[in-house]
C-alpha cells in the first residue's frame, strides 16, 4: 500500500512540476512575442484591428511552447496535462501582464481568454503526447 501511495505522490509532484515547467515556458515565450511585435508596431503603422488576432496568436505559440516542453517525457495524459499547463499559464499571463499594465480587469475577455487557453492547451497535449519519439 505504501508503494502506491508513493507512487502516486512522485506522480503529482511531476505532474507539478510539469505544469510549472510548461507555463514558465509559455510566459517567456510570451514576453519575447509581445516585445517583438512592439517594436514593430513602434516602426510600422500596424492597423489597430491586427492587435488582438496578433496577441491571440502569440498566446497560442506561447502555449503550444510551454506544453511541448512540459510533456517531452509524458506518454499519457496529454489531454490533462495541457489543459492544465493551458489554463495556468493564462491565470499567470493575465496577473504579469496586468501588474506590467498597472491594472486589473476581470470581465468577458479574460473568461474567454481561460476558456481559450485551456482548450489551445489541451490540443496541444494531445498533439505533443502522440508525437513519435526519434
Given at each position: 500500500m505504501k508503494v502506491k501511495t508513493l507512487n502516486k505522490e512522485k506522480s503529482a509532484s511531476n505532474l507539478a512540476l510539469s505544469v510549472l515547467k510548461g507555463v514558465l515556458v509559455g510566459l517567456c515565450v510570451s514576453l519575447v512575442g509581445i516585445l517583438l511585435f512592439a517594436f514593430v508596431l513602434?516602426?510600422?503603422?500596424?492597423?489597430?484591428?491586427?492587435?488582438?488576432?496578433?496577441?491571440?496568436?502569440?498566446?497560442?505559440?506561447?502555449?503550444f511552447a510551454g506544453v511541448f516542453v512540459a510533456m517531452r517525457k509524458h506518454k499519457s495524459l496529454g489531454l490533462l496535462n495541457g489543459l492544465l499547463i493551458g489554463f495556468c499559464y493564462t491565470i499567470v499571463a493575465f496577473l504579469v501582464f496586468s501588474i506590467l499594465d498597472g491594472a486589473f480587469s476581470f470581465d468577458k475577455t479574460f473568461l474567454s481568454d481561460l476558456v481559450f487557453g485551456s482548450v489551445i492547451g489541451a490540443i496541444c497535449g494531445i498533439i505533443c503526447v502522440n508525437l513519435k519519439k526519434n
Open positions: 513602434r516602426f510600422t503603422s500596424v492597423s489597430d484591428k491586427i492587435i488582438s488576432p496578433v496577441n491571440q496568436v502569440i498566446k497560442g505559440i506561447s502555449i
